[in-house]
């Protein structure tokens, strides 16, 4: 079976947003962009599945502008057999929504026949954890979110899902769309003689026009603000001034 | 105007801080009716009846329903969809997992995780773990809301709704449940309690993970964790707080041996008041708390819960 993996090009994990002072979003010129973490791991599912001899392919898409083609290659090295590039703006700070990025990908998957697809569970610059949901509602087929274990067994698949009360197992049919949590696995590092062949494995560029999507915003970003900040407090002294401060603030 | 929530009932069981919360929100905009599907909705719809703003609570008894599995839950939910405007539920595994899919079935945006209803097509919702706040204007017909359930109180218990049972058809081919792993326990419920006492990689182990679970207990506190002490395999994923776990706002948030990433502070900055115990002064939770100790957790947590 093939898989196709989603991965987005976000503000780096260890870099902290900033607001533009004009408050019309965040800014992201000149910083690390790297791969968002939970695609990291639903690729290193993706790649896993493949090396236990389940998959036969793995496709990297990205969404967005020029340079995410870094991405790719990112995960072109991690493991992905190919990639394909959809250029939907020229300004990074155009974020697609889930819904045209859903539209995107639902092209895509009727065209190359997978029969997973494999998101992480949300994007860690618009927190929307809504993709994976959607495309899968447009692609009528089984949803699994938040998996922290994923077992293949012919055409189903049996995904432990992360939910608020604990664990929850379901079967889901294939072609299924899974969206994975943080413990599903550690991604690997590239290796470099993986990035240096990676440069040579096929990425290939679309626009969303071939695809017959029309990219759409249906939220309008109004205003960008930082939030209500705290201010750092006291440093006690002794555990007895703890037990005071915990006691007055206990049923208060 | 036409407003309905989604109760989150798990198994016939309702989440009622959840529920009440997500009630809370969108009676913002006006009186709602609440959408009590389940297995069995006798005792979830009576509760859901006295909740302060609900018109109209609509039951759907099935037992497709037990475990709402996305697909039975919004194929089935579409029809009664057609004739509101707006669609709220909480932002929990249960609203995550739902509204996103009736969004793409119906080609409309989710607005996820919202802080604040300004009005009824303008929404306030923190992204980049909560480092920003957005406010954000949805041009769709039809307005589908999950509700950060921590920035909203309880409605009061002072109401009396009338209960509808409603028709449903739809099935699910696509995915079977086959089992839960619940966690269970008397504590209060780290969503909604008064006072939470969480630990993070310092404390060790999961063995050591009883010295908080103990300064909890004396507390009548829930027990919380950040995401290092979970990924370490100290404490279970449900006690997760942070951008990607729950998200808390009790009137105590007691953080023990936690750094302070900004993905761990997304998910309490909230808390009425923080008291951080970390023996690393340099550590950046003691820039949001209002009360510190630098000390060794070992020697202060269980000392902290003779003298409590």
Redesign the interface.
């Known amino acids: 079976m093939k898989i196709l993996v989603p991965v987005k090009r976000v503000l780096d994990y260890n870099v902290k947003a900033r607001v533009k002072a004009d408050g019309s979003g965040i800014d992201l010129a000149n910083v690390k962009m790297s791969m968002n973490p939970f695609d990291e791991i639903a690729l290193e599912e993706a790649i896993r599945i493949k090396e236990k001899g389940n998959a036969e392919e793995i496709i990297a898409v990205s969404i967005g502008v020029q340079q995410n083609q870094e991405t790719l290659r990112t995960a072109l090295a991690m493991g992905a057999d190919r990639a394909i590039l959809v250029v939907a703006t020229d300004d990074v700070h155009n974020d697609i929504e889930p819904l045209t990025v859903a539209n995107i990908l639902a092209s895509i998957a009727l065209k190359e026949g997978p029969s997973l697809i494999l998101c992480g569970k949300q994007a860690i610059d618009n927190d929307f954890n809504a993709t994976a949901q959607m495309l899968s509602a447009k692609l009528k087929w089984s949803q699994a979110t938040f998996a922290s274990e994923i077992d293949v067994k012919e055409d189903i698949l049996r995904v432990t899902r992360e939910v608020d009360g604990g664990l929850q197992t379901i079967d889901a049919k294939m072609p299924a769309v899974v969206s994975v949590d943080l413990r599903l696995n550690e991604p690997r590092y590239a290796s470099l003689p993986n990035i240096m062949k990676a440069k040579r494995k096929p990425l290939e560029e679309v626009n969303p026009a071939d695809l017959g999507v029309e990219i759409t915003q249906r939220l309008k970003v109004i205003k960008t603000k930082e939030p209500d900040s705290r201010e750092a407090g006291l440093i006690l002294e002794n555990i007895d001034q703890l037990v005071e401060k915990i006691q007055e603030n206990v049923g208060g | 105007m036409k407003i309905l929530v989604l109760a989150e009932i798990?198994n016939g069981e309702l989440?009622e801080d959840q529920t009440s919360k997500t009630v809370s929100a969108a009676a913002t905009l006006g009186k709602v009716d609440v959408l009590c599907a389940s297995n069995q909705c006798s005792d979830a719809s009576t509760n859901i009846a006295k909740m302060e703003n609900v018109e109209n609570v609509l039951v759907l008894e099935n037992e497709l329903f037990a475990?709402s599995?996305?697909?039975s839950y919004?194929e089935t939910l579409i029809d009664t969809l057609k004739s509101y405007s707006h669609v709220f539920a909480p932002s929990?595994?249960?609203g995550?997992?739902?509204?996103?899919?009736?969004?793409?079935?119906l080609?409309?945006?989710?607005?996820?995780?919202v802080s604040k209803v300004i009005s009824e097509d303008?929404f306030e919702?923190?992204?980049?773990?909560?480092?920003?706040?957005?406010?954000?204007?949805?041009?769709?017909k039809l307005k589908l809301i999950s509700v950060r359930t921590s920035n909203y109180s309880a409605v009061p218990s002072t109401g009396s709704a009338n209960i509808k049972k409603i028709d449903c058809k739809g099935n699910n081919?696509?995915?079977?449940?086959?089992?839960?792993?619940?966690?269970t326990s008397d504590r209060p419920e780290l969503?909604s309690a008064?006072?939470v006492v969480s630990g993070g990689r310092g404390v060790g182990s999961k063995e050591n993970f009883e010295i908080i679970e103990g300064l909890a207990d004396k507390?009548?506190a829930a027990v919380g964790a950040s995401?290092a002490a979970?990924?370490s395999g100290f404490a279970?994923?449900?006690w997760q707080v942070g951008?990607?776990g729950?998200v808390v706002a009790p009137?105590?948030y007691?953080a023990v041996g936690i750094s302070g990433a900004?993905q761990h502070l997304a998910g309490m900055?909230d808390s009425?008041?923080?008291?951080a115990?970390n023996k690393d002064?340099e550590a950046p939770i003691?820039?949001?708390?209002?009360?510190?100790?630098?000390?060794d957790l070992f020697k202060?947590v269980p000392?902290?819960e003779k003298?409590?």
Request: no cysteine; net charge negative.
């Open positions: 798990n989440a475990q599995l996305a697909e919004s929990s595994s249960f995550k997992n739902i509204l996103p899919r009736i969004g793409g079935m080609d409309v945006m989710v607005i996820s995780d303008t919702r923190p992204v980049y773990a909560g480092n920003a706040i957005q406010t954000v204007q949805s041009i769709d081919s696509l995915t079977t449940f086959v089992e839960n792993k619940m966690q969503t008064k006072v507390l009548g995401r979970v990924d279970p994923n449900d951008q990607t729950k009137d105590l007691v900004i900055k009425k008041v923080i008291v115990i002064e003691f820039q949001v708390a209002d009360f510190g100790l630098v000390d202060a000392e902290i003298k409590i």
